[in-house]
């Protein structure tokens, strides 16, 4: 895949978000966005391997914003509400530990996508990553149980989704 | 009441609250104890800045002022991964 | 076109082509890895700012008042503008032509040198720094200009990386001069918050309206803030600090032994030479046009003339004593150097408001006349002698014994620079020392008068011991090279010839440089320097107030 | 050092505080309060510095801090890239003849978790697109050359401290590169700062260095407005090439700081003298 | 009364006092890593002043330098050198 | 004058930045690592470019209309504009110098950073009294 | 269209607010918890709904508000690339972090259940 092909998706996002942030539509803005896509596209081709085909895909884009609104609005408020409880709880109610949760998508974007996720739900952080073993070491708040069983319902459902989006 | 006239007083209002957790994380970012905590605190205190000072920014009636917000938090986040990497790694450049 | 608004490109071109020049070179060492090319373009460019600054000189004394240039075509206050009057314009051709030869000589003292591309762009560095320094009409421009200058030989300074005592000499400079130039912005800040401008001629025009009891009435830049009178006494106290650590006088002089023997001899030349000089002239900037006799800071300037007076004698006697016992022949003339700046200093420092004009012109111009002939001996000293050290490899004075053998011609001329520095009555160093007696007794200052030939006596001691070591003693060791020293036999020929005519033709010297101040730091002078600035302002506000 | 060293030093900071102190309290900056009023010279750039029907004493960028630094004191800021080039100049001096890429690269994983690195192959063109936007916008909003510049150096600096210095390396972000890089932008600044002047010589005409817009007495200037947008003339020019100059001079910077001491004292060892 | 402004001074009241602290600790500090995240705390309190002082474009210089590359820089140097301040 | 509360509040930041500058000369003058004299000149530098932003700042129109920077947002603006403009922004200047002065501050220290590591390679040691020593 | 404005601005308002509360307890939260690992939590409370909420939220009412003047556009796009930078980048920082300090064994893992990664690492490597 020659250099050009591969600065397609670096391109377009570096130019959505140059046109974002510019926040109006005239032709400085588009003319110079252009210019700076095709530059960025250029310099990072190397770094951000993707695959141009995959973006033309409405199916993965469909289930990235279920996934969104899922997340947003009923994983998040769940954990946020009983991280927020445990603070202002008197006694201060925690039962850390660092488990295993073993996850089995296989690209890096799903893997990376996922450890993101646990880690921006309250309640788990994602302490370290063993790639050859398919593991991530959660820090969490609340153990319930340190068998591979209990511990895949904190990654189940997104990695149910990082797989249709990425893989 | 006008629009803008109830949206700068809602923001007076949130003004104290975030002022008490940005002193709250600033006590926890002096007292450590270790570095990570130190940069931790540093960290939430300064995405939570990014956030108010966007809010800030209608506040003062300068959309102008957004940009500031974006460079504070990618920064900080640099100054996490190169603390991490102090941390962690023999050398820096490896 | 009004004549009041001839643009002197000349002027306006100079210290900026030489920042692009130095911009330049890294570029051309991805191409070009022969060294003749790096010779030739850095002797160029400094050939050309000798050029330019000589044109300038002859530029200010055919027009007979300072030439302004805006930059960006904005009238002063609010646009940055090099003002150059003939202080600054002699001060200028001095920095070039000596440069111009220091970048001679290094043409031969790099030649096994690793690394000269950078060491290049450093001096073209230097010089820039140098002439914007002298150049510059605003004091915010001086800030940045004294940065690019301090960098440059903070990082000359440790160019021999491998040897601990430069990295650590550069170190203490870097340091504290960093620290110096950080005071010298609070000043500025000082400056702005109560006089509302950063233009020196505008500084000027309002620190005499104060006094005159007119309002400040300036272009653009109307009226005060707080309490100008403290504000400006602080600004002077805390930006003279810092120029006195540039210019090393005698509490700030610590950094001088150290940094200027461990750079490279050529670089040594300079620091010594020129780089001091800079902060002589920051101080007469500040003490005799922005805040002259003049001024609204009467009484507080007299007190700082006492003291820089006192402090000259100190780093005067300071330096006399400790340069007699150095054994390290470098050492030993930057020890000297202090010495000089004291000289310098006291001469600078006698006028104070009770004396009149004439006495402190005299004072201003043996000060000059005393910094030029330093500066062309010293920089002789250092090149003339550097010849040796780098023949032998050693900057012990024991072990250099004898070498002035190696060179008959070099030794003359170091002992016609030694000379110059004694005071020896052909050579200019004695008329500057006699001006500068002169002009203090004439101030009724008579013990700093005394004291100016008992530093005079102390010093020969120090530099009979160099003579007698590299001229009378015989030759210990033997060189590792001596052909192929055409350069910096000449270059040491011309300035041993330029000593010599500085003494000689002292009276037109003296005349000309009495000349020079008398345009610039009378009270019609400081006129003059006000007025270039006015003419162009008002063409200005005439035009927007039409249209 | 000795006691009475301290207590001298010590003594001498107090002093000096109450120095400042002083001054406050008798109001030598008078802003115990900050006035109601700024300065006259501030008000005359404020007025100037986007002013249509001021057409011939106006700076034409409604960025008023930006048209300051490289229209009215643009010799400041010349020289301030001067001084940083010199620094870099002088840091590169003193690790003359080492390479940024040299030693062999150890053996097993190198860098952070894969998770940082995956979160940076998808950032680091964010983060271009927001530098450039903040350099390509300085003239209109806050930003500018430098700022773009700085922002965009975060890019590098995240790559070589997240992957490793072999990995910027085979990417051909090489010292000399950088380098080359930031001495063009810079002599571009240096062109740009000519770029009137030497175009209105050669007809015959007068302008000044720096001129960006035409002035009463210098009627010659950049145009700051193409096809219905503003570009602040020459300030457009000069945030471009600073920002390529400014990034590329921290990427030099981090890549001279990332080289391993073993190296260096290697190269060290080999010696040269000289006095 | 207090009016708007009045919020806006005493913020930059309680900056002031943030940044003397942090300063402070940060030259006092012998572990020279936490000093420079001393010096970090300092300088967010700073970059807030400039914005609170409507200087955003200082505020965007003074980010990524005092931010993002002094604690940079000066933590290279420290896992070169050595971590703690002699006494 | 009467007693205000902003006037008091502002002196309180001013007596702050003041601290800032002395403490970071001790550190610069009397703290042994080169390391904490570079951390303690950073902090001298940035403290003086605070004070001043400080002067340029200005107080508020009206206790409801807050200043504004120095940038003009109306892209076609008339007399009116740009005189409500100039009557509500801080002074840009000081703005702009501290801009060069960060940058100036920046590269200085960029190089003394290089110097240190340099002094540690020659001497094994950042701490000065000991170089002192060594040095002989 | 002011209907539509005003219910930006209110649900923006109402995402601020939110943000502002979680923010006050997060920071509680940083000051209460026992250890470094433990405040991770917390600082997730603090960056999710303490700063990319609000920051939706200022996109939100900077749309809806007429008096921002032409550039409010460019503050609502820009507050909405700092939200998704703040959701990509604080989650990799707070990992980084926390997989330095356990590596380089710099805060402790106490109270705690269990640590997995301590017992496959073997408490050999650092």
Same mark, same amino acid.
């Given at each position: 895949m020659s250099r050009a092909v591969r600065a397609v998706g670096p391109g377009l996002l570096a130019f959505v978000v140059y046109i974002v942030f510019s926040g109006s539509v005239n032709t400085y803005n588009i003319v110079t966005g252009v210019v700076v896509a095709a530059v960025v596209g250029f310099l990072t081709a190397n770094i951000t391997v993707s695959n141009p085909g995959k973006l033309g895909e409405v199916g993965r884009l469909g289930w990235l914003i279920a996934y969104a609104i899922r997340y947003f609005f009923i994983d998040e408020v769940r954990a946020h509400v009983d991280v927020m409880r445990r603070i202002v709880h008197p006694r201060m109610p925690i039962n850390p530990g660092i488990v295993r949760v073993p996850y089995a998508v296989s690209s890096d974007y799903a893997m990376t996508t996922i450890a993101n996720s646990i880690t921006n739900t309250p309640g788990t952080v994602v302490v370290d990553v063993d790639t050859e073993r398919k593991v991530f070491y959660v820090h969490w708040i609340d153990v319930k149980g340190v068998e591979p069983e209990v511990t895949r319902g904190i990654s189940r459902v997104f990695e149910f989704f990082a797989s249709r989006i990425f893989d | 009441m006008g629009a803008e006239e109830q949206v700068t007083m809602f923001i007076m209002a949130v003004f104290p609250i975030y002022m008490a957790a940005f002193i709250l994380y600033a006590v926890r970012a002096v007292k450590g104890p270790t570095i990570p905590d130190m940069v931790l605190a540093i960290d939430a205190m300064t995405f939570d800045l990014a956030a108010f000072l966007v809010v800030l920014s209608i506040f003062f009636k300068s959309p102008i002022l957004i940009p500031v917000a974006i460079v504070l938090a990618l920064w900080i986040y640099a100054l996490d991964i190169y603390v991490a990497k102090y941390l962690e790694a023999r050398e820096m450049g490896e | 076109? %009004?004549?009041?608004?001839?643009?002197?490109?000349?002027?306006?071109?100079?210290?900026?082509?030489?920042?692009?020049?130095? $911009?330049?070179?890294?570029?051309?060492?991805?191409?070009?890895?022969?060294?003749?090319?790096?010779?030739?373009?850095?002797?160029?460019?400094?050939?050309?700012?000798?050029?330019?600054?000589?044109?300038?000189?002859?530029?200010?004394?055919?027009?007979?008042?300072?030439?302004?240039?805006?930059?960006?075509?904005?009238?002063?206050?609010?646009?940055? %503008?090099?003002?150059?009057?003939?202080?600054?314009?002699?001060?200028?051709?001095?920095?070039?032509?000596?440069?111009?030869?220091?970048?001679?000589?290094?043409?031969?003292?790099?030649?096994?040198?690793?690394?000269?591309?950078?060491?290049?762009?450093?001096?073209?560095?230097?010089?820039?720094?140098?002439? #914007?320094?002298?150049?510059?009409?605003?004091?915010?421009?001086?800030?940045?200009?004294?940065?690019?200058?301090?960098?440059?030989?903070?990082?000359?300074?440790?160019?021999?990386?491998?040897?601990?005592?430069?990295?650590?000499?550069?170190?203490?400079?870097?340091?504290?001069?960093?620290?110096?130039?950080?005071?010298?912005?609070?000043?500025?800040?000082?400056?702005?918050?109560?006089?509302?401008?950063?233009?020196?001629?505008?500084?000027?025009?309002?620190?005499?309206?104060?006094?005159?009891?007119?309002?400040?009435?300036?272009?653009?830049?109307?009226?005060?803030?707080?309490?100008?009178?403290?504000?400006?006494?602080?600004?002077?106290?805390?930006?003279?600090?810092?120029?006195?650590?540039?210019?090393?006088?005698?509490?700030?002089?610590?950094?001088?032994?150290?940094?200027?023997?461990?750079?490279?001899?050529?670089?040594?030349?300079?620091?010594?030479?020129?780089? !001091?000089?800079?902060?002589?002239?920051? !101080?007469?900037?500040?003490?005799?046009?922005?805040?002259?006799?003049?001024?609204?800071?009467?009484?507080?300037?007299?007190? !700082?003339?006492?003291?820089?007076?006192?402090?000259?004698?100190?780093?005067?006697?300071?330096?006399?004593?400790?340069?007699?016992?150095?054994?390290?022949?470098?050492?030993?003339?930057?020890?000297?150097?202090?010495?000089?700046?004291?000289?310098?200093? /006291?001469?600078?420092?006698?006028?104070?408001?009770?004396?009149?004009?004439?006495?402190?012109?005299?004072?201003?111009?043996?000060?000059?006349?005393?910094?030029?002939?330093?500066?062309?001996?010293?920089?002789?000293?250092? /090149?003339?002698?550097?010849?040796?050290?780098?023949?032998?490899?050693?900057?012990?004075?024991?072990?250099?014994?004898?070498? #002035?053998?190696? %060179?008959?011609?070099? /030794?003359?001329?170091?002992?016609?620079?030694?000379?110059?520095? /004694?005071?020896?009555?052909?050579?200019?160093? $004695?008329?500057?020392?006699?001006?500068?007696?002169?002009?203090?007794?004439?101030?009724?200052?008579?013990?700093?008068?005394?004291?100016?030939?008992?530093?005079?006596?102390?010093?020969?001691? #120090?530099?009979?011991?160099?003579?007698?070591?590299?001229?009378?003693?015989?030759?210990?060791?033997?060189?590792?090279?001596?052909?192929?020293?055409?350069?910096?036999?000449?270059?040491?020929? !011309?300035?041993?010839?330029?000593?010599?005519?500085?003494?000689?033709?002292?009276?037109?010297?003296?005349?000309?440089?009495?000349? %020079?101040i008398n345009a610039s730091f009378t009270d019609s002078g400081v006129r003059d320097y006000v007025n270039s600035f006015m003419s162009f302002a008002i063409y200005v506000v005439k035009y927007l107030g039409g249209g | 050092m000795g006691r009475w060293q301290k207590v001298v030093i010590t003594a001498s900071m107090v002093a000096f505080v109450a120095l400042l102190a002083l001054a406050l309290s008798a109001g030598g900056l008078g802003f115990t309060l900050p006035a109601g009023r700024v300065r006259d010279v501030a008000r005359w750039y404020l007025f100037t510095t986007f002013n249509p029907d001021l057409e011939l004493f106006s700076a034409m960028a409604p960025e008023g801090v930006t048209s300051i630094v490289w229209d009215y004191r643009g010799l400041d800021t010349l020289f301030e890239t001067a001084v940083f080039f010199l620094a870099i100049i002088g840091s590169v001096a003193i690790m003359r003849d080492i390479k940024t890429g040299g030693g062999s690269k150890p053996k097993g994983s190198t860098g952070l978790s894969p998770i940082v690195k995956t979160v940076t192959r998808i950032t680091v063109g964010i983060i271009l697109a927001v530098a450039a936007s903040i350099a390509l916008h300085g003239h209109l909003t806050p930003g500018g050359g430098f700022q773009g510049g700085a922002t965009a150096a975060v890019a590098p600096l995240l790559i070589l401290v997240i992957f490793s210095r072999y990995y910027i390396e085979r990417l051909g972000v090489s010292k000399n590169a950088m380098l080359a890089i930031r001495s063009l932008g810079l002599v571009g600044i240096a062109v740009t700062a000519f770029i009137v002047l030497a175009v209105t010589s050669l007809q015959g005409g007068v302008a000044y260095v720096f001129q960006n817009q035409p002035k009463p007495y210098a009627p010659a200037g950049m145009p700051y407005e193409v096809g219905g947008s503003l570009t602040g003339g020459t300030l457009l020019l000069f945030n471009i090439f600073e920002m390529f100059a400014v990034s590329a001079g921290f990427t030099i910077i981090f890549l001279l700081l990332a080289i391993p001491e073993s190296e260096v004292l290697g190269v060290l060892r080999g010696g040269e003298d000289g006095h | 009364m207090p009016s708007y402004e009045t919020f806006v001074m005493g913020v930059l009241a309680i900056l002031g006092l943030v940044s003397m602290v942090a300063a402070i600790l940060a030259i006092l500090e012998r572990d020279l890593v936490k000093a420079v995240i001393f010096s970090a705390i300092q300088s967010t309190a700073y970059a807030f002043m400039y914005y609170l002082l409507m200087a955003p474009d200082i505020a965007l210089v003074y980010i990524p330098v005092a931010i993002g590359l002094y604690p940079a820089v000066v933590l290279f140097l420290i896992k070169k050198t050595e971590r703690y301040e002699g006494d | 004058m009467a007693i205000n509360i902003n006037s008091y509040l502002f002196t309180v930041l001013t007596l702050a930045i003041f601290m800032n500058l002395a403490i970071s000369l001790y550190g610069i003058f009397a703290r042994p690592s080169l390391i904490k004299k570079i951390i303690a000149l950073t902090i001298l530098a940035d403290t003086a470019n605070t004070l001043a932003i400080m002067v340029g700042y200005r107080g508020w129109p009206s206790p409801s209309q807050p200043v504004k920077p120095p940038v003009l947002t109306v892209l076609k603006p008339s007399r009116e504009v740009i005189k409500e403009f100039a009557s509500t922004s801080v002074d840009p200047l000081p703005q702009a110098l501290v801009l060069t002065a960060i940058v100036i501050g920046l590269a200085v220290t960029l190089f003394l950073v290089f110097l240190t590591l340099q002094i540690y390679r020659l001497y094994g040691t950042t701490d000065v009294r000991k170089v002192a020593k060594l040095r002989g | 269209m002011d209907v539509l404005n005003n219910v930006l601005i209110v649900i923006g308002e109402i995402m601020v607010a939110v943000g502002a509360v979680a923010d006050l307890i997060a920071s509680t939260g940083m000051n209460r918890f026992p250890n470094f690992f433990v405040r991770l939590h917390a600082a997730t409370v603090g960056t999710i709904w303490g700063a990319f909420v609000p920051l939706i939220g200022a996109s939100l009412i900077s749309i809806g508000a007429d008096f921002l003047g032409p550039y409010r556009y460019f503050a609502a796009g820009g507050a909405v690339v700092t939200a998704v930078l703040v959701l990509i980048l604080a989650p990799a920082g707070s990992h980084a972090l926390a997989r330095a300090a356990h590596r380089s064994r710099a805060a402790r893992v106490f109270p705690k259940v269990v640590d997995h990664l301590e017992e496959d690492r073997g408490g050999s490597d650092a």
């Open positions: - | - | 076109m %009004s004549e009041a608004l001839y643009v002197y490109q000349s002027v306006g071109v100079l210290v900026p082509l030489l920042g692009g020049a130095a $911009f330049a070179l890294p570029l051309f060492t991805l191409v070009i890895k022969r060294k003749v090319f790096y010779d030739a373009y850095t002797a160029f460019f400094s050939l050309v700012a000798l050029v330019l600054a000589s044109y300038n000189y002859v530029l200010v004394r055919a027009e007979g008042k300072p030439l302004l240039y805006a930059f960006g075509g904005w009238p002063p206050p609010l646009g940055i %503008s090099y003002e150059v009057d003939e202080f600054s314009a002699v001060l200028g051709v001095l920095t070039a032509s000596v440069m111009f030869l220091i970048v001679a000589y290094s043409l031969w003292y790099t030649r096994f040198m690793r690394g000269y591309e950078w060491y290049y762009t450093l001096l073209l560095g230097l010089e820039t720094g140098l002439l #914007g320094c002298l150049y510059t009409g605003d004091v915010f421009n001086l800030f940045v200009m004294l940065e690019v200058l301090s960098i440059s030989a903070y990082a000359l300074v440790a160019f021999y990386r491998s040897r601990p005592q430069a990295v650590e000499a550069a170190m203490k400079y870097g340091i504290i001069g960093a620290t110096a130039t950080t005071i010298y912005f609070i000043a500025l800040v000082f400056i702005y918050g109560a006089l509302g401008t950063l233009n020196m001629a505008d500084i000027a025009l309002k620190s005499r309206l104060i006094t005159a009891g007119v309002g400040p009435i300036s272009p653009f830049s109307n009226g005060l803030f707080g309490n100008a009178f403290i504000a400006a006494s602080l600004a002077i106290a805390l930006s003279l600090w810092a120029f006195t650590y540039k210019a090393a006088l005698f509490p700030n002089h610590f950094w001088l032994p150290d940094a200027h023997p461990e750079a490279p001899t050529p670089v040594s030349a300079a620091l010594s030479g020129l780089v !001091v000089n800079v902060g002589v002239y920051a !101080v007469v900037r500040f003490l005799y046009t922005l805040f002259g006799p003049k001024s609204f800071l009467i009484s507080f300037r007299d007190a !700082v003339m006492w003291a820089l007076l006192v402090l000259g004698i100190a780093s005067g006697l300071v330096g006399a004593l400790l340069m007699a016992v150095q054994s390290d022949v470098k050492r030993l003339l930057a020890y000297s150097t202090v010495s000089h700046i004291g000289l310098i200093f /006291m001469g600078l420092s006698i006028g104070t408001s009770s004396v009149s004009e004439d006495v402190a012109t005299l004072g201003l111009t043996a000060a000059l006349y005393h910094t030029v002939n330093h500066s062309v001996g010293k920089a002789l000293l250092f /090149m003339g002698v550097g010849v040796f050290i780098n023949l032998l490899g050693t900057r012990d004075l024991d072990k250099l014994s004898g070498s #002035g053998k190696l %060179s008959p011609l070099v /030794m003359g001329a170091v002992i016609v620079g030694f000379l110059q520095l /004694m005071g020896a009555p052909p050579l200019g160093g $004695f008329f500057s020392k006699l001006l500068l007696y002169q002009s203090l007794i004439e101030a009724g200052l008579i013990v700093p008068a005394v004291l100016v030939i008992a530093i005079s006596a102390v010093s020969i001691l #120090g530099y009979l011991k160099v003579i007698y070591g590299l001229w009378a003693k015989p030759l210990k060791e033997a060189p590792k090279q001596v052909a192929g020293m055409a350069v910096p036999k000449t270059v040491v020929l !011309v300035m041993a010839v330029a000593c010599i005519a500085l003494g000689v033709l002292s009276p037109m010297v003296t005349g000309l440089l009495a000349g %020079s | - | - | - | -």
